[in-house]
């Protein structure tokens, strides 16, 4: 069993957890990612490494309550334990050796982008940061985002905080403004990747994405998170979770990914229903 | 006196119109009555025929000896002498091309069933004992076994029973490798699986669940943590896939994910919360054993239909007889010389954003007819131009194999593979090209039995046992 060591509601629909697991906090890297099952018989999830605290032995996730499996696990709180919790799973982000990076991330994503922004940060790399939200209220990590970042812009797409619009308006800005970097690194819903991946096409700035599709074991055996990449069938959980962004298939990842909609919709329903009943 | 019946004592089943709706087990086993009729038709071979064909040696007429006796506790231990998962063996070794393959019954009728009574004597045992083992004596080395497949517990279990102290790791959250997340509840019950896991821990056997070695620790650090020798028994987990139009779409799964979501996911037991595809009709494309059991998996999540597509024709097909068997009288069907060519998609033209888009509709098949045989003796098949077909199906399982996963031998310096990814080993010893490490099972050999995975893993035991006590 894995402990819960600390639990912060970011904003109404996302939650950030510290789970005790000395195994993963002593290897994990930014762009990794874990799988975890809540209780026995559980799904098995998987969700990006948000942190890590090496000492402390323990691995940060920020997730949102999407589902029956995420409603689950926020309903657990400090000093509870979850039934599993394996990793790090995939592969690093690639940071070694850069000097100028933007980071767009959007939504929960941004929990992913974060770690990678610190690390450069750390490394004496200049991070530009993006990071846009639905609206003012769903607004997480900004003054995290701010100490990594050497520019942050935030963006709501109702203009409800910050300035309206989505993360594309900034960076195509910049760009039109003549502005370089070695790498975009994008992180969050799939259309926002793709059109990030589009908005920096014609630069030919190098640009990473992070994938996050239906996994079950996370180590290659079941290929139900397989994509489309330059055409190929590749892994997300051994190959990826990162991908160069000019080469996925966006449309073939966003179709896959309703794959078992109405079921989790109607699994989630039913576990709302449930805690309802017990309260 | 001998029974001369040329014919075994047929095993008792579930009716197929019964169990193709049910996941219970379809092989209810001997009772004991017909456990000691069929013990009396081995003749006890001086020369024992039956053990060269068994991969772990077994002592066969031995354990059949002592059935005859009814002394079933008795024929428990000569098994398990050889054996750790006599109960799994019993069920789903191909003893047809092994041990019964061999037996001189088998030359004018039928052999001694001694699968059958493998299983009966595996389950007396464990109906009636309380599994409690004895536990042995320690010798104060520690191994490491990677992986809680066949491979990794007969390797765990014959260590422990020379007094190591192993430590099996897991990276799934239930140890049992394919026995659990592969092989259906209809053919291997968990609670068999469950039981010889059990076993291994009350012999002092440590597992732990949730580390995917080369990620969470690497084998190098397994030898840094104290261990002295180290087997991995990884499997061939990664699934392959055809590389044609459509093996994106939605229904779509590879054998290993469908089978894994029944078996390991539990869909099989309605879990609310794994989703599969359930009803409908059904493509599996392939022909070996884990073809057959997606495909009698669909049956019995309620497909109203389930083909077999397999390329080659009926006397190719690489499965077992007795599979091939249960699924026709179960009432899947077999399109042979048939293979895929595109799997079609909905595509909704005046609606981007229906839900139904990119679902299956239907798998665009060709047929195919024998060549000449390769070099292995196998017939190739060879398309017929213009003989496409589509079949009218919406999931669709692709079940053409699978290859050893690269996470441990892409972190684990000195340890070499050959070019289709196994694990290069010398087959004596299971010992790797890296000192102290040894390998056994589909990660060595791809894709193969459970039985010969055992046979590996009791190699490799004896070998580190060996070069530990030097």
């Known amino acids: ?279 | 006196m001998p029974n001369m019946s040329p014919k075994k004592n047929a095993m008792p089943s579930q009716a197929p119109e019964v169990r193709a709706h049910n996941f219970d087990e379809v092989a209810l086993g001997y009772d004991e009555a017909t456990a000691l009729d069929e013990a009396a038709r081995c003749l006890n071979c001086k020369n024992m025929p039956c053990v060269t064909g068994c991969p772990v040696n077994i002592h066969i007429p031995e354990f059949i000896s002592k059935i005859k006796e009814c002394d079933f506790e008795g024929a428990y231990q000569v098994i398990n002498r050889s054996s750790s998962l006599p109960a799994v063996c019993g069920r789903v070794c191909p003893q047809e091309t092994q041990c019964e393959a061999k037996c001189v019954r088998g030359i004018k009728g039928e052999p001694v069933g001694i699968g059958r009574l493998e299983r009966f004597v595996a389950d007396w045992h464990n109906a009636h004992t309380d599994g409690v083992a004895d536990i042995p004596e320690t010798n104060g080395h520690k191994v490491a076994v990677v992986g809680s497949g066949p491979s990794g517990l007969t390797c765990a279990g014959d260590l422990a029973k020379k007094g190591y102290s192993v430590t099996v790791y897991e990276a799934l959250h239930t140890a049992g490798g394919v026995l659990v997340y592969g092989i259906p509840e209809f053919r291997l019950p968990k609670a068999i699986v469950k039981k010889e896991v059990d076993n291994l821990k009350a012999m002092g056997v440590t597992i732990e669940t949730n580390v995917v070695i080369g990620k969470t620790l690497t084998v190098d650090e397994l030898f840094e943590m104290g261990f002295e020798a180290v087997f991995i028994g990884s499997g061939a987990g990664l699934p392959s896939f055809m590389n044609i139009p459509g093996e994106s779409l939605k229904g779509v799964y590879s054998a290993n994910e469908y089978l894994t979501r029944s078996n390991l996911m539990k869909a099989y037991l309605d879990n609310p919360v794994t989703p599969i595809s359930k009803g409908g009709r059904v493509a599996v494309v392939g022909g070996g054993n884990v073809a057959m059991d997606a495909a009698r998996t669909a049956l019995r999540l309620g497909a109203e239909k389930v083909y077999i597509v397999y390329r080659r024709s009926m006397e190719e097909l690489p499965a077992r007889r007795e599979e091939v068997e249960h699924a026709i009288e179960e009432g899947v069907e077999f399109m042979l010389l048939g293979s895929p060519v595109e799997i079609l998609g909905y595509r909704n033209p005046d609606d981007k954003r229906d839900p139904k888009n990119g679902t299956v509709i239907g798998m665009k098949c060709i047929k195919m007819e024998l060549g000449e045989p390769d070099e292995r003796g196998r017939r190739s098949p060879i398309p017929v131009e213009g003989s496409e077909f589509t079949l009218d199906v919406d999931t669709v399982v692709m079940s053409i194999g699978t290859s050893p996963n690269p996470l441990i031998k892409s972190t684990t310096e000195g340890l070499e593979t050959n070019k289709r990814g196994g694990i290069i080993v010398e087959e004596s010893t299971g010992a790797t090209t890296k000192m102290g490490v040894y390998a056994g099972g589909d990660a060595v050999t791809g894709a193969a039995t459970v039985i010969s995975a055992m046979g590996a893993g009791k190699v490799a035991a004896k070998a580190i046992d060996e070069y530990l006590s030097k």
């Open chain 1, 1 to 279: 069993m894995y402990r819960i060591t600390y639990k912060k509601s970011l904003n109404p629909t996302v939650t950030m957890l510290d789970i005790e697991a000395p195994l993963v906090a002593r290897k994990a890297k930014p762009g990794q990612f874990i799988i975890l099952r809540v209780d026995e018989d559980g799904e098995r999830i998987p969700l990006t490494i948000a942190g890590y605290d090496r000492e402390a032995g323990t691995v940060r996730i920020i997730f949102q309550i999407v589902g029956a499996t995420t409603e689950k696990l926020n309903r657990k709180e400090v000093g509870d334990s979850i039934q599993d919790f394996v990793g790090p799973l995939g592969t690093a982000t690639e940071l070694d050796g850069l000097k100028k990076v933007c980071i767009v991330g959007g939504g929960v994503g941004c929990a992913i982008a974060l770690p990678i922004a610190e690390a450069l940060h750390e490394m004496g790399c200049e991070v530009t940061s993006v990071i846009g939200f639905r609206s003012k209220d769903l607004l997480i990590l900004e003054d995290e985002f701010s100490a990594a970042s050497d520019r942050l812009f935030v963006m709501t797409d109702d203009g409800s905080y910050a300035r309206q619009g989505n993360v594309c308006v900034p960076l195509n800005e910049m760009f039109a403004a003549g502005e370089r970097f070695e790498k975009v690194i994008t992180i969050g819903p799939l259309v926002m990747m793709k059109f990030v991946v589009e908005a920096t096409r014609p630069t030919g700035i190098p640009c990473i994405v992070s994938m996050n599709p239906i996994m079950i074991d996370g180590t290659g055996m079941c290929g139900g998170c397989r994509l489309t990449v330059g055409g190929k069938t590749k892994f997300a959980c051994v190959d990826g979770p990162d991908f160069d962004g000019y080469e996925v298939d966006f449309d073939s990842a966003m179709e896959r990914g309703t794959m078992f909609r109405d079921f989790e919709r109607h699994a989630h329903e039913e576990t709302c229903n449930l805690f309802k009943k017990s309260v």
